[in-house]
T-cell receptor, first 114, second 110 residues
Framework: DTGVSQDPRHKITKRGQNVTFRCDPI?????LYWYRQTLGQGPEFLTY????????KSRLLSDRFSAERPKGSFSTLEIQRTEQGDSAMYLC????????????FGPGTRLTVL | TQLLEQSPQFLSIQEGENLTVYCNSS?????LQWYRQEPGEGPVLLVT?????EVKKLKRLTFQFGDARKDSSLHITAAQPGDTGLYLC??????????FGTGTRLKVLA
């Protein structure tokens, strides 16, 4: 069990560019979450999948953000037309089968928008 | 809107001292987790509490879930420099949805 992995670990981009992040959850974990964390704050919920179905999306998530989990395994988070306010750590977490209410986090992707 | 307030926000103590971190809300949660996060890394789960009034111990760390499942505390006995980090509580609301607290940054000085 290698844990949750995220790629890339760091991304620097210019304002207006699109970026895509990948998350590979722990094998056989059916729930997958995306969070955004700014410096010194707790993670803020963005969206959540159960298998390939996106069950919840934060109202804070603008139309520039989209997430997919096409085969119920890995997930991608895309941000279009990035803005400086998008600079943050983007965290992915996975949870195992129903009845287990624990999340296992990846190391995160640090995004810097110049 | 659910909100989880943690206090204190910052804590700097000497090695060997005891401390308590609080996590408070006006909302009821079906479970509550505590995490510790190191700089540049994702949060690492410490414990999950589910039942009102539940107390769990993890070595020198004691976690308690409030009777009404609206609040929780984390008590550290004889803190060590290795306890330094950002402590986060997270409440589960609805079905498998979580809200994180504002965080408590702890620094333990040798």
């Amino acid at each position: 069990d290698t844990g949750v992995s995220q790629d890339p670990r760091h991304k620097i981009t210019k304002r207006g560019q699109n970026v895509t992040f990948r998350c590979d959850p722990i094998s056989e974990h059916n729930r997958l979450y995306w969070y955004r964390q700014t410096l010194g704050q707790g993670p803020e919920f963005l969206t959540y999948f159960q298998n390939e179905a996106q069950l919840e999306k934060s109202r804070l998530l603008s139309d520039r953000f989209s997430a997919e989990r096409p085969k119920g395994s890995f997930s991608t988070l895309e941000i279009q037309r990035t803005e400086q306010g998008d600079s943050a750590m983007y965290l992915c977490a996975s949870s195992p089968r129903q009845g287990i209410n624990e999340q296992f986090f990846g190391p995160g992707t640090r995004l810097t928008v110049l | 809107t659910q909100l989880l307030e943690q206090s204190p926000q910052f804590l700097s103590i000497q090695e060997g001292e005891n401390l308590t971190v609080y996590c408070n809300s006006s909302s009821v949660f079906s479970s509550l987790q505590w995490y510790r996060q190191e700089p540049g890394e994702g949060p690492v789960l410490l414990v999950t509490v589910v039942t009102g009034g539940e107390v769990k111990k993890l070595k020198r760390l004691t976690f308690q879930f409030g009777d009404a499942r609206k609040d929780s505390s984390l008590h550290i006995t004889a803190a060590q420099p290795g306890d330094t980090g950002l402590y986060l509580c997270a409440g589960e609301w609805g079905t498998y949805k979580y809200i994180f607290g504002t965080g408590t940054r702890l620094k333990v000085l040798a």
